[in-house]
């Protein structure tokens, strides 16, 4: 049975994928880096240390990977100031889970303020126990320590509570934890890897709320 539900906030919530890829090369712009076709999937879903692993790998050592995350956050807060589309069915899944007392909880790479601002201008920020950022924890997707934090809020072991996830390193992270993990792909479709980690794969949030109604996760 599921005791908690733990979302990501970026192209899982709120349709903000597009905004985050089209901005990282302005950011690499402004610091003077020639942008690489495909850096934003390769940075997709990470934060932290592990943001910079991936710029490090695709540049060198000697880039500024937190000057170029606070560039490229700065650019996108500014773009979602004037609010969020939400992903459809969000609002049906959560007043589900509101109506069941199933706790949920937000986890994502985006900083706490991001998240507190997405969850206010979609007002939404009710619906949930707790919010944590991937910047909180040691280690960044697609480690677990983001989920097994929010876990740990919600008052439910890892097997207990149910991932939601669009991005490869959130699967990976979901599945590391051993969390019942399922993708709502985004931008990006499944390959053999994502079918092979995920618990199972919906087309939106409604299919994952209609699960939920016939007891088929858990």
């Given at each position: 049975?599921?005791?908690?539900?733990?979302?990501?906030?970026?192209?899982?919530?709120?349709?903000?994928?597009?905004?985050?890829?089209?901005?990282?090369?302005?950011?690499?712009?402004?610091?003077?880096?020639?942008?690489?076709?495909?850096?934003?999937?390769?940075?997709?879903?990470?934060?932290?240390?592990?943001?910079?692993?991936?710029?490090?790998?695709?540049?060198?050592?000697?880039?500024?990977?937190?000057?170029?995350?606070?560039?490229?956050?700065?650019?996108?807060?500014?773009?979602?100031?004037?609010?969020?589309?939400?992903?459809?069915?969000?609002?049906?899944?959560?007043?589900?889970?509101?109506?069941?007392?199933?706790?949920?909880?937000?986890?994502?790479?985006?900083?706490a303020s991001q998240?507190?601002?997405?969850?206010?201008?979609?007002?939404?920020?009710?619906c949930f126990s707790?919010?944590?950022?991937?910047?909180?924890?040691?280690h960044a997707k697609?480690?677990?320590?983001?989920?097994?934090?929010?876990?740990?809020?919600?008052?439910?072991?890892?097997?207990?509570?149910?991932?939601?996830?669009?991005?490869?390193?959130?699967?990976?992270?979901?599945?590391?934890?051993?969390?019942?993990?399922?993708?709502?792909?985004?931008?990006?479709?499944?390959?053999?890897?994502?079918?092979?980690?995920?618990?199972?794969?919906?087309?939106?949030?409604?299919?994952?709320?209609?699960?939920?109604?016939?007891?088929?996760?858990?």
């Amino acid at each position: 049975m599921v005791k908690g539900v733990i979302f990501d906030m970026d192209g899982l919530m709120f349709d903000t994928e597009p905004v985050w890829g089209e901005n990282l090369k302005p950011a690499t712009d402004a610091l003077g880096l020639a942008y690489k076709p495909g850096l934003s999937d390769a940075v997709r879903g990470t934060a932290g240390g592990e943001f910079a692993k991936v710029v490090h790998a695709w540049y060198d050592e000697s880039v500024d990977a937190d000057e170029l995350w606070d560039v490229w956050h700065a650019i996108v807060e500014e773009h979602l100031r004037a609010g969020v589309e939400k992903k459809p069915g969000l609002d049906e899944l959560l007043a589900y889970l509101g109506e069941q007392g199933i706790p949920a909880a937000v986890a994502s790479s985006s900083p706490a303020s991001q998240i507190a601002q997405n969850l206010e201008n979609a007002g939404v920020s009710a619906c949930f126990s707790a919010t944590v950022s991937g910047l909180e924890v040691e280690h960044a997707k697609p480690e677990p320590d983001v989920f097994l934090r929010a876990a740990e809020l919600l008052g439910c072991d890892a097997h207990e509570a149910l991932v939601l996830e669009d991005s490869f390193n959130g699967v990976r992270a979901g599945a590391a934890g051993g969390f019942i993990t399922i993708m709502v792909p985004d931008l990006v479709q499944p390959d053999d890897e994502m079918r092979s980690l995920a618990t199972r794969i919906c087309r939106d949030l409604y299919e994952v709320r209609d699960l939920l109604q016939a007891g088929a996760i858990g």
